[in-house]
Structures are given as C-alpha cells and as structure tokens.
C-alpha cells in the first residue's frame, strides 16, 4: 500500500514552493519495525508475519508483506476447514487491514523519528505523574481498609460472644 513510500510536502511561503526532502521507506526498514526478518529469494522480498491473525489447531493464518511498483502488498491467507468461505474472507480482510493501518503507522514513523520521541515524553511524563500520585492512593486506600477491618473484628467478636 505504502511501498516505497516518497514524501513530497510542498507549501507556498512568501509566494516561493519549499520542497521538504523525500524519504524511501525499504522492505527492510520495515521489517526491523515489525521486528521480522526479511525472507529474500531472488528478486522477491517478503516479511512474513507470524503474529498476525489466529493460529489454532483447526485453524492456521499465514500472513506476509512484499513490495511490487512500489507499494507494500500485504497476502492473507486462512486455512479453516470447519468455517464458511465467507466468514474465512471477512477474516482476512480483517487481519489485511490491521497490517495496512500498521505499515502506514511504522511508515510515518519511519520518516519522522520524532513521534517515537513525543510518545516515549508522554509515557514518562503519564509514569511520572501516577508514580507521584501512588501515596495519595495508598492512603486513601488504608483509610478504605481501617473500616472494613474492624468491621469484620466487631462481626468476629460479635459471633463469638453470641456463641
């Protein structure tokens, strides 16, 4: 879908075009952010996929991408000899789409690096922040606690004055 993906962003500033530089997103880039490896024969290049779809014992899913006219092709297929034909294509445009949506987000990834950086920021900064409010939860939660334990030591004794 995204094969060789080349960037062009123009914009008209002070009545002048501003081309930004292109980027090719490889095979191999790809593949490293999958964390595959890439199987090469020939001129054919593939990422085979194992983690994609559903592998049971009545069901195997072989999924895999590979480049052809530049763009990233992604083949789905599900062996299910229990299912119906129509419900074994639905789940393979499932786990094609779910591939697409990927490559499209490692791509952007891939050419510009800086997402990775805003999301590892935020996760810290989202760590940091529930690491700053743990003993306000502790707290709240022993004062939670203090009731219902001696609730359950007044129920105790009541039962065993009683008995």
């Given at each position: 879908m995204l094969g060789n993906f080349t960037t062009f962003v123009t914009s008209l500033i002070n009545n002048t075009i501003t081309t930004m530089k292109t980027?090719?997103?490889?095979?191999?880039?790809?593949?490293?952010?999958?964390?595959?490896?890439?199987?090469v024969k020939g001129d054919l290049k593939r990422i085979y996929l194992n983690d994609e779809g559903?592998?049971?014992?009545?069901?195997?899913?072989?999924?895999?991408?590979?480049?052809?006219d530049g763009q990233f092709i992604v083949s789905c297929f599900i062996e299910c000899p229990s299912q119906p034909y129509q419900?074994?294509?639905?789940?393979?445009?499932?786990?094609?789409?779910?591939?697409?949506?990927?490559?499209?987000?490692?791509?952007?990834?891939?050419?510009?690096?800086?997402?990775?950086?805003?999301?590892?920021?935020?996760?810290?900064k989202t760590a940091a922040q529930w690491e700053a409010g743990k003993e306000e939860r502790e707290r709240i939660a022993a004062e939670v606690a203090t009731p219902i334990r001696n609730s359950r030591k007044i129920l105790f004794n009541a039962c065993w004055y009683v008995s």
């Open positions: 980027t090719t997103v490889t095979i191999e880039k790809l593949a490293e952010r999958f964390n595959q490896k890439v199987w559903y592998n049971t014992k009545k069901m195997s899913t072989k999924t895999f991408i590979y480049e052809q419900w074994i294509q639905s789940q393979v445009e499932e786990v094609k789409a779910s591939v697409y949506a990927k490559i499209e987000d490692f791509t952007a990834r891939i050419i510009d690096p800086s997402i990775d950086a805003k999301e590892a920021e935020e996760e810290a």
